[in-house]
């Protein structure tokens, strides 16, 4: 039961990190049609869904390793 649950905490994170990166790339396409964009905008935007997706995998990877130890 506990291997169990560890697998699916895991895909669990999966999941949501490759919903956060869909998300993440809709929303610099959104953005980037349409606004005028300059090259320090879309530099910008890229760095800011880096830095998110990072963040995003840390937290998630965090949590899941917090739940496999319980």
């Known amino acids: 039961m506990e291997f169990i649950f560890k697998d699916i905490s895991t895909a669990f994170g999966y ?3 490759t ?3 869909l998300f993440g790339m809709a929303e610099c396409i959104l953005k980037n049609t349409f606004i005028i964009t300059t090259h320090n905008y879309i530099t910008h935007v890229l760095l800011n869904q880096i830095i998110t997706w990072l963040l995003t995998g840390v937290s998630i990877r965090k949590l899941v390793i917090f739940e496999n130890r319980k």
């Open 15 to 17: 999941f949501v990190l």
């Open 19 to 21: 919903l956060a990166t």
